[in-house]
């Protein structure tokens, strides 16, 4: 006879009052929009404001750099997508190296702890001087001169020590008794790595490398100091012929293009992970 | 909720009153007196009166100046700032020196300097956004490379189109390998070490420069390297000049002086003594 009321009924969602409903809305919407209007009378009134505009936001300069930077950008993204997927496999092997047991495996252990100290340790950009500029002019016979490919080559070694940490970060996350419980099933180390630990540890760190894509995405900027044309140094070259810096804001809005979405996918991969997380405990 | 909106409110408030606070406050009283001190060391427009403040980039290299130090006076464009505060009245010690880099000497925005000199390029383009003083030097370019390199023996604009080039960035290099030898896919690099660097890693085969640092590279800092040839004029590079903030009125009076320098055959005795040109190295017109 009687029926479970549910807890939030909609009768009960049209009681609430104007004030309580649309008073937030209206807040935030007047707030952010009186922010705007200072911060822009604050910058349109400054003295130098007709220079900066003319000087950074000239929109036919934008226009006419727009194909080169373009093509730059083409460059950003290819090393990009190539150098994540190389990250990806490379810092598992370093974390995986560092969590084995046993004395047999103490080289691989201390190699992975050396690299990652060493090329945590140093700034991207001497990294990508060394590489880009050291090891081609050691003229060593068989190696690639390109420079493309000793820039990538540091942007992965560097950003492989960060993500290997988080790899190991993720492989601690994980329940000591799921390795006791693997053990107990008889599987040897690298099943209980392969089956048992890798699976859950992956799932949990991957909003915190999605994170370093994002991050590796504007880095990837760097070998630009290589002679690389990416999109800032194509910026750069008309800044530079015409002193007009309306070329990077070209450059700035397509990263924020590439990025934006990155960092959506990101929180949404995160919320989701989350939920996942509180119905398991349930 | 009321008393957060009235907070909310508040806080707006106090930055709406701040922000008309500076506002007001950067009005500064304008229209400044012809005094009789203009166009002499005194001159009050001068970022400071009695000084010669000049700014040039961080490294300098030969033989512009000399050593990487401006103040030693050895060098082209450091003997030329001498000569021109000598004209114009000033001491050898009210030159100061101040060290920027290249995007600080064009971006808008008062400058804590009269003028700066590295080697910047007269254009047409470039004029929109800076002031220029005169032309002091007009440099030939050379095409340099290692020694072991197959364009040593080029004869044509065909035969330098056939190698990797790269060039330095904010020198006019760059738009002459581009629009007057028609190379594709140049590098680009952040200065002139890196473009020699990557010319002895064998990343690239080739680059431009001006004729004179052509001349000390090759000789002193990268032996490596030689000249290869001498290239035409390019007809849209009109020459080195200082680079003043947008509408400096001191711009005529320093003008009036580097006329005085040159007409006295200053500069050709600096140009003889530090820029001095090779008659051997052949030309490549076409």
Do not use: C
């Not at chain 2, 909106?5 to 922000?19: E, K, N, P, R």
């Not at chain 2, 925005?109 to 004029?127: A, H």
């Not at chain 2, 002031?131 to 290692?146: G, M, N, T």
């Amino acid at each position: 006879m009687s029926k479970v009321r549910p807890l939030f009924s909609k009768r009960m969602g049209r009681k609430l009052r104007f004030r309580d409903r649309y008073l937030p809305t209206i807040i935030s919407v007047l707030s952010v929009t009186v922010v705007f209007f200072i911060l822009r009378a604050l910058v349109v009134n400054a003295e130098q404001w007709p220079r900066i505009e003319a000087q950074f936001f000239n929109i036919s300069a934008m226009i006419e750099v727009f194909p080169k930077v373009l093509n730059g950008f083409g460059i950003n993204m290819y090393i990009w997508a190539i150098s994540l997927v190389v990250i990806a496999f490379w810092a598992l092997i370093l974390a995986v190296f560092r969590s084995l047991h046993g004395p047999w495996f103490a080289p691989l252990r201390v190699f992975s702890i050396i690299y990652i100290d060493l090329l945590r340790g140093l700034p991207s950009l001497l990294l990508v001087l060394l590489f880009g500029f050291g090891i081609p002019a050691l003229q060593i016979p068989g190696l690639p001169q390109s420079s493309i490919f000793w820039g990538a080559i540091a942007m992965i070694s560097s950003y492989s020590a960060y993500a290997a940490e988080v790899y190991r970060s993720g492989m601690d996350s994980v329940h000591d008794g799921q390795r006791a419980a693997a053990k107990a099933l008889g599987l040897n180390q690298w099943q209980t790595l392969q089956y048992a630990i890798l699976p859950q540890a992956i799932r949990n760190v991957i909003p915190s490398l999605l994170n370093l894509a994002v991050a590796l995405q504007k880095d990837v900027a760097l070998l630009s100091i290589l002679g690389i044309r990416d999109a800032v140094r194509e910026a750069q070259i008309y800044t530079a012929r015409t002193f007009n810096y309306s070329s990077l804001i070209t450059a700035a809005a397509l990263f924020l293009i590439a990025t934006i979405p990155m960092a959506r996918l990101t929180d949404y991969v995160t919320k989701k992970d989350r939920e996942r997380r509180l119905q398991r405990t349930e | 909720m009321s008393r957060k909106i009235l907070l909310v409110l508040f806080i707006l408030s106090l930055f709406a009153v701040s922000v008309f606070a500076v506002g007001e406050q950067e009005e500064q009283p304008s229209g400044s007196s012809v005094t009789a001190e203009e166009n002499t060391p005194n001159d009050p427009r001068l970022y400071q009166p009695g000084k010669l403040t000049i700014a040039t980039g961080e490294p300098v290299y030969p033989p512009w100046m000399m050593d990487d130090n401006p103040a030693g006076g050895e060098g082209f464009e450091n003997g030329l700032v001498y000569a021109l505060a000598e004209e114009l009245g000033f001491a050898r010690e009210d030159v100061i020196w101040v060290r920027q880099t290249f995007d600080q000497g064009i971006v808008p925005g008062k400058k804590d300097y009269d003028f700066i000199l590295q080697q910047y390029s007269i254009t047409e383009e470039r004029r929109e956004f800076v002031d220029f003083s005169d032309v002091y030097y007009s440099p030939e370019k050379a095409v340099v490379a290692l020694l072991n390199s197959e364009i040593l023996n080029a004869k044509t604009f065909a035969d330098l189109r056939k190698v990797r080039w790269g060039a330095t960035i904010g020198t006019s290099d760059l738009a002459y390998i581009e629009n007057i030898l028609e190379v594709e896919n140049v590098a680009v690099y952040n200065d002139q070490v890196s473009t020699f660097q990557a010319l002895l890693a064998g990343q690239i085969d080739a680059t431009t420069i001006e004729l004179p640092t052509a001349l000390y590279v090759t000789a002193v800092q990268v032996p490596e390297a030689s000249i290869v040839a001498i290239l035409p004029h390019d007809p849209n590079d009109l020459g080195f000049g200082f680079i003043f903030e947008k509408g400096n009125p001191i711009i005529n009076w320093i003008n009036t002086g580097l006329e005085a320098i040159i007409a006295k055959g200053v500069v050709a005795e600096l140009t003889a003594k530090y820029l001095i040109g090779d008659e051997s190295i052949p030309e490549i017109s076409q």
